[in-house]
């Protein structure tokens, strides 16, 4: 086993770019902050102690880093990466091993990426996460003639020579944690920004003689997230990441393009996912599960053999067990559809059981909120509710019970018992001949005039 492994995060920067009243790295990609996406991936690279670096203003991010299980660091002044990095010294004063510092705002960072960083250092004191891109946006790496790091150059201080290199600085650097501050405590601000560079770490480590390697990533995985565009392009790549996975996994997908999936979403091998489907979190669909089109779905479970859709929303709480059939404009919430049960039309089934079997008419509402509290419907198994049904809960409805079409239903149906609600029909006979023949004469004399 490697020795113990830390993280420092640095989310204390201004993000001007994202113009939001938002701190970025609590801005989303596949449903989860981007923060959260790097604290899981250092976790997975055997990381135990994670400080996320904050400004004084960044309570959000402080709250959403502690609720993960991280520490957490403020930095009074944006002075710059270095100066960030160095505010996590307190947090660690008692740590004593391999520390990787990376940026808070890089969605796309794989557990394999700090591993190899963590590797690097071992072997040969310290190492740079780097990758080929001709972004303006990113610092240059300088290697020298023994292929180690000989200094970075931001952008903005570079000249017409350094533009020239393609080889950037991804933000993650990896050290003995004591040598680390030892270093970031002697880094000096005299460049174009007038801040502490957390770049100039391994010039600074050189004087001690202790070389900085070279750990190549892609630029996809490795990209910083400072604009609304770069946060939709981190989405976009991250979708293609989940669906290439979901696929590989034998889910099958006819327009995996159109299909926008959770971090955490949960697709069995052998179900089908029609084109435009939308996953909120928490959801698992069974093998042998079908959601058709332009369905939506947050915090259900959808076994074998259920149909859910086109056009259903299933919010959560909604399990739809074995063959119950969920169809067009039907909502489901905190409900179970029990197995083969169907409600294939314009309803709304809310804190709710539906008895196996049962039939839910098109129309059908649970009227589940009084403006105050939620309560129950209970349908039992094979009851049929008439199209255009009111269920006022807390209601029950016994097994094999038919509520007659438009009812409003107030109190308990029995079982096997038929409950209608609703005037009893007349009939006029003729009269719609009368009437029509009373408005035609009615028009003609108004005409004549
Ligand atoms: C930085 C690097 C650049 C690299 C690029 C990769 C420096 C000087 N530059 O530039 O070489 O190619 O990232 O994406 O390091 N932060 C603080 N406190 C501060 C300033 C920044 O915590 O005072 C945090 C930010 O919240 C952010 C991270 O550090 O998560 C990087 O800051 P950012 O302003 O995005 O740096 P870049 O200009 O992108
Ligand atoms: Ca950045």
Redesign the pocket.
Known sequence: MNGQRAAII????K?KRMRSAMP??LHRVAGVPILGHIINAVRQAGVARIVV?TSPDGQAVRDYAVACGAQTAI?EH????G??AKCAGVALADFDGAAVVT???MPLVTPETFEKSFAAHEKSGMALVAFQSQSH???RVIVGADGMVDR?V?FTDSNEGERLVTL????ILAADAKSFFRWAALLKNDNAQN?Y???DIPTVAKAERVACAVVNADEEDVM?V?SRSELAAAEAAMQRRLRARALEAGVGMIAPETVFLHEDTVLEADCQIGPYVVFGPGVVVRSGAEIRSFSHLEGAEVEKGAIVGPFARLRPGAKIEENAHIGNFVEVKNARVEKGAKANHLAYIGDARVGAGANIGAGTITCNYDGFDKHFTDIGAGAFIGSNTALVAPVKIGDGAITGAGSTITKDVAADALAVERAEQRQLGGWAEKFRSRKKAEKAKRGSK
């Not at 944006?78 to 990466?81: A, D, I, K, L, P």
């Open positions: 640095l989310a204390a920067g993000s970025k790295v670096v930095q944006q002075e710059g990466t100066h960030a940026y808070g705002d946006a990113y610092g970075i931001e950037c600085n991804a933000g801040e560079y957390l770049t910083g400072n």
